[in-house]
């Protein structure tokens, strides 16, 4: 089974900052790693697609890099509208993973 | 317009069966490359992957959980479902399924969500 193991779990962060979010995979994934965000009582929200594709409709401020185990989320200019758990996926085999979760909160 | 709604019992006893269903529109489930996929959170906490099926009725499941695990489909009402059997007290969550295709991003669709609770 392949681990994703996603930090930090918490992050505070004031208006304006770069923000980066991590996710180590256990073994080599390839390309196969997404980002979700998750608002407070709403489903998750796909951000980014296999590490680097921005995904229809979501702001330019949110990117994503990495190859193979490692991989970082950048939110690169943070927004009041941002505060949310991210969560990362992968989907390189048929059984997929999430990580852990980091709740993004305003300082 | 894509769109996925669960159903689910609500509430349900230790050792019970849980059967969840998804119902959704926009897509279907006998296109090539298409699947539908299960996903549950515990109340504060993170997302837990259960199961996949495609298009082709290949399934994948968590292995974790896999021993009570089974994904089905009805591709003629465009129905996915999930079944979890001895239920306990962990499995209180909410369950959403979503959608995904070869090609193009997982998961880009989702349900709302459906709370279920296990409780005696």
């Known amino acids: 089974d392949i681990q994703m193991t996603q930090s930090p779990s918490f992050l505070s962060a004031s208006v304006g900052d770069r923000v980066t979010i991590n996710c180590k995979a256990s073994q080599n994934i390839n390309k196969y790693l997404d980002w979700y965000q998750q608002k407070l009582g709403e489903a998750p929200k796909l951000l980014i697609y296999n590490t680097n594709s921005l995904h229809t409709g979501i702001p330019s401020r949110f990117s994503g890099s990495g190859s193979g185990t490692d991989f970082t989320l950048t939110i690169s200019s943070l927004q009041p509208e941002d505060v949310a758990t991210y969560f990362c996926l992968q989907h390189n085999s048929g059984t997929w993973t999430f990580g852990g979760g980091t709740k993004l909160e305003l300082k | 317009q894509v769109t996925l709604k669960e159903s689910g019992p609500g509430i349900l006893q230790p050792s019970q069966t849980l059967s969840l269903t998804c119902t959704f529109s926009?897509?279907?489930?006998?296109?090539?490359?298409?699947?539908v996929g299960w996903i549950r959170q515990p109340s504060g906490k993170g997302l837990e992957w259960l199961a996949n099926?495609?298009?082709?009725?290949?399934?994948y499941y968590n292995p974790s959980l896999k021993n009570r695990l089974t994904i089905s489909k009805d591709t003629s009402n465009n129905q996915a479902f999930l079944k979890i059997t001895n239920v306990d007290t962990a499995d209180t969550a909410t369950y959403y399924c979503a959608r995904f295709n070869y090609g193009s991003p997982p998961f880009d669709y989702w349900g709302q969500g459906v709370m279920v609770t296990v409780s005696s």
């Open positions: 926009g897509f279907s489930l006998s296109t090539y490359g298409m699947g």
């Open positions: 099926i495609w298009w082709d009725d290949d399934k």
